[in-house]
């Protein structure tokens, strides 16, 4: 399932004080993604732009029918927010004026994206969102340190990413066809996030976050 993988890349740039911690989440990612030494191919951004629509601040536009919605299992409801980075990125990636892509020529593959043509509407712009989110999950981890952490998404944004995920994986499950790849796929991208948000050092434990509580202030 997972064909290219930045290894090398990863090695070298993350924080030493956080590699035992990261290497893992920001392999799998990397796998799930597609990137060239943590930038986005091209042919993978084309794939996304065309089947996402947002409005200001980051909202979503998703049509969800009815026959996407299985009675049988309780569903979260998608929630249509990104966070302010995804939108910056996205609208970044829409002007042709983004520094995160690669040339690719289609060499690079993402398999989350590769069966995006067999997907229902609601489905494609759900799977691009959550490429789009995780390609922000994947660089904060990258640029992370004991001083900041994560700079651009906080535990809100990963239970909200969380929740679609589970809303992804339903719904695939109730309209299969023999997609078995891509449901491991996201379960797989779920457990990574899960991993990533039970890490306090990037949340609660920052040296930012300990100087402002000793300042008294909150972040």
């Known amino acids: 399932m997972y064909k290219t993988v930045s290894e090398s890349y ?12 990261l290497y893992h989440p920001c392999y799998n990612l990397s796998a799930m993604l597609g990137d060239k030494d943590g930038f986005m191919p091209v042919s993978c951004a084309d794939k996304i732009i065309s089947s996402i629509a947002l409005t200001p601040p980051g909202i979503v ?10 009675s049988a299992i309780p569903k979260e409801e998608y ?14 990636i829409v002007n042709g004026v983004s520094k995160a892509l690669y040339p690719d020529l289609g060499t690079r593959v993402s398999p989350i994206l590769e069966e995006l043509h067999r997907l229902s509407p609601a489905l494609r712009t759900a799977i691009s969102v959550l490429y789009l989110e995780s390609f922000v999950i994947y660089y904060d981890l990258l640029s992370a340190t004991t001083y ?12 909200r990413i969380l929740n679609n995920i589970r809303w992804i994986s339903n719904t695939l499950e109730d309209n299969l066809n023999g997609m078995y790849d891509l449901i491991a796929m996201i379960r797989d991208l779920y457990r990574t996030i899960t991993y990533v948000r039970s890490l ?7 040296y930012v976050k300990r100087l402002s509580e000793l300042e008294g202030g909150a972040l």
């Open 10 to 21: 990863i090695q070298s740039i993350l924080n030493k004080s956080l590699f035992e911690q």
């Open 79 to 92: 929630i249509r927010d990104i966070s302010s980075q995804s939108f910056t990125l996205f609208n970044e």
């Open 200 to 206: 306090n050092i990037l949340f609660d434990d920052t």
């Open 148 to 159: 900041t952490g994560m700079a651009n998404m906080n535990r809100a944004d990963l239970d």
């Open 61 to 70: 536009s998703i049509s969800i029918v009815a026959d996407e919605v299985s």
